[in-house]
Nanobody, 125 residues
């Protein structure tokens, strides 16, 4: 059974930092592009950061470049999202997602094969 367990979401002030984690079980992560989708309140989801299966090539949405860093540990089947300088527009649910293919394809086409349950990030003063 495929399972994604996200953690790390929290209430933080603007300018703060968070590190989201996604522990994956039930399949071999190294064959999948994996990433994070963001769903702001009342809006659809968008691919913000994705990483290739093996070569660590990454894709970032323009709005998060320079602030978000995605990384993966295939040995531990875990993916991370470091978020610096949090802004109010970063508020929302962050979903860990995975699909066969590349990071860019996953984040741009936004058609994952697998989804986590999401973790809430709230940026507020």
């Amino acid at each position: 059974q495929v399972q994604f367990v996200e953690s790390g979401g929290n209430l933080v002030q603007p300018g703060g930092t968070l590190r989201l984690s996604c522990a994956v079980s039930g399949f071999t992560l190294e064959y999948y592009a994996i990433g994070w989708f963001h769903q702001a309140p009342g809006k659809g989801y968008e691919g913000v950061s994705c990483i290739n299966p093996r070569d660590s090539g990454t894709y970032y949405r323009d709005s998060v470049k320079g602030r978000f860093t995605i990384s993966r540990d295939n040995a531990d089947n875990t993916v991370y999202l470091q978020i610096n300088n949090l802004q109010q527009e970063d508020t929302g649910v962050y979903y860990c997602v995975a699909a066969l293919g590349t990071a860019e394809r996953l984040c741009v086409l936004e058609s994952p094969d697998y989804w986590g349950q999401g973790t809430q990030v709230t940026v507020s003063s």
